[in-house]
């Protein structure tokens, strides 16, 4: 196999990223927007049948239902899939129909807009504060705080998990992470909750631009074509036309490229190699305004260099296991250095492997809460903050979703951070205790 080729990279001395083509950067939000993106429906604009028949008689007869309806009457549907299941007809599925030609949309108020309004029942809540840029990550002090990417993107310093929620009962507890404060939204495509997620995001009331969406391409869906269309499904699933990042989910690959479909990458590959294909896939959906931000998931300090040899855009985030009992100290001054956000996950702990501990029983988290009048879950939070590490804490218990966010009003000391640093064994609890290093 012919080796794979480095592709030009922009020079050492300019630290930022190249501007995407036909890209405008939005000064009020500090997002950087398509500027050729997709005209937006208005919600009173009428909606037409094309006269044209489907392969699918499915699809014929849910726009059908839409004839002579606005825009926010066909989203108030429910149609039959093929399957007989029923589902909820919303924004992706009309662009889809309007694509297809099966549908038409007329008329309308300009700027009445289905990315601002509220198209299906909704909580009403109000814009929040707009997100505030922070030197790092410890010095934010709400939910609106968070830390500008390379790419211009605000990545907030607190979101909201989703692992382990499935689409018929993500929704809930995303409300009420919305309705708490939280602007960033975590989820994954193997997590198979993004429709869940995307509804719910929808149901807020508020808009687009308020909310950070952060998903993953799986390892099966490696390989340049493959995370095109992983990237298709997901922006559809959710509803979108875009998603804030976009991240490898997992070191190496069960489908490499370019082989052919089915087969295993070759054991010499390094995973620089098994990822270039997917991760060439993300750099081209980023210059398309697809995705705001990209970055990996669960790579170590040689994954990073290794992916840093072939990229032409860096990593602008490493989402990983970090919490007391892994203190990853090595790969945070490494992610640091190279202008790499940190995002932690299992700050309060994973029932992943048998081995799982209490953190809140801690002896150090113990007594710093009593000497803050805190919860350990806010000491554990806010240890990870000022490490330097972003946090995506999960709770489906609203009481919970609330305490996880109010961890701005303390701060710990110095020998406070130090006894809950000696907690580190190295030991693992996700993935079921495996090393992501152990991936060659």
Same mark, same amino acid.
């Given at each position: ?6 592709? /030009?990279?922009?020079? #050492? +001395?300019? &630290?930022?990223?190249? @501007?995407? $083509?036909?890209?405008? %950067?939005?000064?009020? *939000?500090?997002?950087?927007?398509? /500027?050729?993106?997709? #005209? +937006?429906? &208005?919600?009173?604009? @009428?909606? $037409?049948?094309?006269? %044209?028949?489907?392969? *699918? ?15 926010q009457d066909c989203l108030k549907l429910q149609y039959t899939k093929a ?358």
């Open positions: 196999m012919p080796a794979l080729k480095r592709r /030009a990279s922009p020079s #050492a +001395a300019e &630290p930022q990223v190249k @501007k995407r $083509k036909g890209v405008t %950067t939005s000064l009020s *939000s500090g997002f950087l927007a398509p /500027a050729t993106a997709k #005209a +937006a429906f &208005p919600v009173d604009a @009428k909606v $037409k049948r094309i006269p %044209t028949k489907s392969k *699918s008689a499915y699809l014929d007869k849910r726009c059908d239902r839409c004839e002579g309806k606005t825009v399957n007989g299941e029923k589902a909820n007809y919303t924004l992706a599925d009309l662009r889809y129909d309007v694509g297809a030609k099966r549908l038409s949309v007329t008329g309308g108020t300009p700027g009445l807009s289905s990315r601002n309004a509220c198209l299906a029942p909704s909580l009403g809540l109000a814009k929040g504060p707009p997100l505030s840029v922070c030197k790092d990550v410890s010095a934010a002090a709400s939910l609106a705080g968070g830390v500008r990417l390379r790419s211009g993107t605000i990545m907030p310093a607190v979101g909201f998990g989703t692992y382990k929620l499935k689409d018929d009962e993500v929704a809930g507890p995303v409300l009420k992470a919305l309705k708490a404060g939280y602007r960033l939204i975590d989820t994954a495509q193997v997590y198979e909750n993004e429709k869940g997620v995307g509804e719910a995001i929808r149901r807020s009331g508020l808009g687009r631009g308020d909310v950070f969406i952060e998903t993953k391409v799986w390892r099966s869906s490696h390989g340049y074509d493959r995370t095109i269309e992983a990237c298709r499904k997901s922006l559809r699933k959710l509803g979108v036309e875009y998603v804030d990042l976009y991240v490898i989910h997992w070191p190496g690959c069960k489908t490499g490229w370019p082989l052919a479909r089915g087969t295993c990458c070759p054991k010499d590959w390094t995973p620089a190699m098994r990822d270039t294909g997917t991760y060439r896939a993300m750099e081209d959906l980023y210059d398309q305004g697809k995705v705001k931000a990209i970055g990996v998931t669960n790579y170590s300090v040689r994954h990073l260099k290794q992916l840093l040899k072939t990229c032409r855009i860096k990593p602008m985030v490493n989402q990983v296991e970090f919490h007391p009992r892994l203190v990853q100290s090595e790969l945070l001054a490494f992610c640091k250095k190279e202008g790499i956000a940190v995002q932690a996950y299992a700050s309060l702990g994973s029932g992943d492997a048998g081995q799982a501990e209490s953190f809140f029983a801690f002896p150090p988290v113990q007594e710093a809460a009593k000497s803050h009048k805190v919860t350990p879950a806010q000491v554990l939070l806010r240890w990870a903050i000022q490490k330097g590490c972003h946090i995506v804490p999960k709770s489906v218990r609203e009481e919970r979703v609330k305490e996880n966010a109010g961890i701005f009003k303390f701060k710990l000391s110095a020998g406070e951070m130090k006894a809950i640093d000696g907690l580190h064994t190295g030991t693992r609890y996700a993935w079921k205790g495996l090393d992501p290093d152990s991936i060659k």
